[in-house]
Structure formats: C-alpha cells, structure tokens
C-alpha cells in the first residue's frame, strides 16, 4: 500500500495535519513511538486554548485528541521512524520493522529535552534523574529537585504539587517564567532557589543529592528543564518537495498549541490541494 500522506508524531500538530487530511478523503497513516499527545501530556493546565476559558489540564486535552484520532478513524501505527528516503514517485518511511511508501511525508515529532551538562547527569538519567514528568515513575509523595527557571520548570513544579509530591525549583539566575506561574508557585508555597549555580548531581543511599556552589540539597528525584531542541528522524533536505516540517519541530522555541495546529492545518491543506491537482 502507497498511502497519500504518512505523517510522523501524534502531538497536537500531527494530529490536526491527520484530522484534515482524513477528512479530505486522502489514504493517510499516523505514526507515533511513544504516547499520544507530545508535550501535552506533562502540562499541569493550558490555558491559552480557544474553547477552554477556564483552562484545561494536559492530562484531558490528550484524552480528547485520542477520542478525535478514534472518531475519525486515523490509522495509528506506534512504530518509531527511524529514516525517510526520498524515492522516485515519494519517499520511503523506515521503522525497525517495516518499511512503508508514500507520496508526501509530514514530519510532526516535536522536541527533545536538552541536557544541563551536569557533572553526574548520564549517570542518573533514567533511574534517578528525568526530563519530563510523564517519565518519572509512578511513586507516592516524593521530593523533587527540578532544575530549571523557566516556563517549562514553573509550570513541572506546578503540577507535581498538584500531585502531592514537594518540588524544588533550582535556577542558576533569577526566575525567567511568565510573573502568573511565579505568582501560583509563590501561593502554593513551593522551594524557589534563584542563584542557585548546581555544581553536580550524586547519588546516595536516599536519593539524590544536588551539589551547589555553596550547599548541598537532598531529593528523591531529579528533573531537568533547562530549554528543548527540535527532533526528527534522518530525511532529504527540508526544502524537498513534498517533505513538511510542522509544529515545535521547526519553532522549538515557541511551543504553542495554536501555532503548532496552525502550521499543521496549512501544510496538510498544500498536501491536499497537491493531490487534487494531480489526480
């Protein structure tokens, strides 16, 4: 089978891209490695989001983008992409398993963590140490040391608080969020340490211990949150025709819902018209 259209990552932009295209009557496949929902899933409440006025918490908006994906009935094929190769009439989408052939591909994968490169980091990372919340395993109240003085930090402090653990946000300078999370943090009574410039991170019989320059603080976990970068398998060129780039995978440093939506919805849009005209 040569679908229309593969397109890779189910965050919101894939999705919608997914959404539009299947409604337009073209053969498409949505290709997902790990959840549905992207960064969605660690958000403590969007706010932001047109038909929600009172807000929305991550953790919902993900269950009504899966029951979108049901009801529209998308093929949703949970496979990690490993390479896109262009061919004669397309390109070739390569997971471990299997290879799949389409005209157009569609590249939704969002963005990676960055690492704090932090004596001790590797070490930790995956028993001790996370960069997302939806990583962090399923434990009761446990003090957490995030590491990180932005929007991403404020709003993980947020929501673990929310679930009944202590966070600690850790920032090397003063706090660079919006003044409304630094507003929720400071009335929820959560740790904020500015100036605080972490030396390394060690492991020890409870925990983790967080090594700054002038003292040492002890945790059950740690979470890095210290910016993201843009994620995305090997592929041709981005300027190839017939190859989208859309979403926080090409403005990592945006990360927000409509505009991710919105770049899918005209890209999936060009794809159609594309087809149309053709056919």
């Known amino acids: 089978m040569k679908y229309d259209c593969i397109i890779i990552g189910a965050g919101p932009a894939g999705i919608a891209a997914a959404v539009q295209m299947?409604?337009?009557g073209l053969n498409i496949a949505l290709f997902e490695k790990n959840e549905v929902g992207g960064l969605l899933r660690n958000?403590?409440?969007?706010?932001?989001y047109m038909g929600f006025p009172s807000g929305i918490s991550g953790a919902k908006l993900v269950e009504l983008l899966q029951e979108h994906?049901?009801?529209?009935?998308?093929?949703?094929i949970h496979a990690e992409v490993l390479e896109i190769q262009q061919s004669q009439s397309g390109f070739v989408v390569q997971t471990k398993e299997e290879s799949y052939e389409c005209t157009n591909a569609l590249i939704a994968t969002g963005t990676a963590p960055k690492s704090a490169q932090i004596e001790?980091?590797?070490?930790?990372?995956?028993?001790?140490?996370?960069?997302?919340?939806?990583?962090?395993?399923?434990?009761?109240?446990k003090t957490i040391g995030?590491?990180?003085?932005?929007?991403?930090?404020?709003?993980?402090?947020?929501?673990?608080?929310?679930?009944g653990h202590e966070p600690t946000i850790i920032t090397r300078g003063t706090a660079r969020c919006l003044p409304l999370l630094q507003e929720r943090v400071k009335e929820k009574g959560i740790t904020l340490l500015e100036n605080c410039t972490v030396a390394r991170l060690q492991e020890d019989t409870q925990g983790v211990s967080i090594?700054?320059?002038?003292?040492?603080?002890?945790?059950?976990?740690?979470?890095?949150?210290?910016?993201?970068?843009?994620?995305?398998?090997?592929?041709?060129?981005?300027?190839?025709?017939?190859l989208y780039f859309v979403g926080d995978v090409q403005s990592s440093d945006l990360?927000?819902?409509?505009?991710?939506?919105?770049?899918?919805?005209?890209s999936a849009m060009a794809i159609t018209n594309s087809i149309i005209h053709h056919s």
Not at 146 to 163: E, M, P, S
Not at 217 to 242: E, H, M, W
Not at 255 to 266: K, S, V, Y
């Open 22 to 24: 299947k409604r337009s």
């Open 43 to 48: 958000a403590n409440i969007v706010e932001n």
């Open 69 to 76: 994906i049901r009801i529209q009935n998308i093929p949703l």
């Open 120 to 141: 001790g980091e590797d070490t930790l990372r995956g028993k001790k140490l996370f960069y997302e919340i939806c990583d962090l395993p399923p434990v009761q109240t």
């Open 146 to 163: 995030i590491i990180g003085g932005g929007d991403a930090g404020f709003d993980y402090a947020l929501a673990l608080h929310a679930l």
């Open 211 to 242: 090594v700054c320059e002038e003292k040492t603080l002890q945790f059950d976990y740690v979470l890095i949150a210290v910016g993201r970068k843009s994620q995305y398998p090997s592929a041709p060129a981005i300027n190839t025709p017939g």
């Open 255 to 266: 990360r927000q819902m409509h505009i991710a939506t919105g770049d899918a919805l005209r």
